[in-house]
């Protein structure tokens, strides 16, 4: 977590890169979830966190910059698909703990976005 906040703030610092940062913040914020669920006992997936984040941080670019990313989208969302069965598979985690991270992974982007996009 200190990684991301130390990442993010020093990438939202740099005027030209500050869409970057949003990535960054949302895995600190998504990571917080995470922990305070831990705290719970409750794991969550965090191979899911890191591609819904990923995945909905190219949907925020998409809209952002004006540009079409749907073919990077529709496959980031099917690698997400293949992990989350892997996952599955291999009884690593139950369709809950992956539900919790898919959902927590984007949360976090898509708020660290309302936050720092203007």
């Given at each position: 977590m200190f990684i991301s906040f130390f990442l993010g703030s020093?990438?939202?610092?740099?005027?030209?890169?500050?869409?970057?940062?949003?990535?960054?913040?949302?895995?600190?914020?998504?990571?917080?979830?995470?922990?305070?669920?831990?705290?719970l006992n409750f794991k969550t997936s965090l191979h899911l966190i890191g591609m819904s984040g990923f995945t909905a941080y190219l949907i925020i670019l998409s809209l952002y910059f004006n540009t079409n990313l749907i073919s990077f989208i529709a496959l980031f969302i099917f690698l997400t698909g293949i992990l989350a069965t892997a996952r599955l598979v291999l009884k690593s985690h139950s369709p809950m703990e992956i539900l919790v991270g898919?959902?927590?992974?984007?949360?976090?982007?898509f708020l660290s976005a309302s936050i720092f996009l203007k």
């Open positions: 020093f990438i939202h610092a740099i005027l030209d890169y500050n869409a970057l940062s949003i990535f960054f913040f949302g895995s600190l914020i998504a990571l917080g979830m995470t922990y305070l669920l831990l705290l898919i959902i927590f992974g984007a949360s976090g982007v």
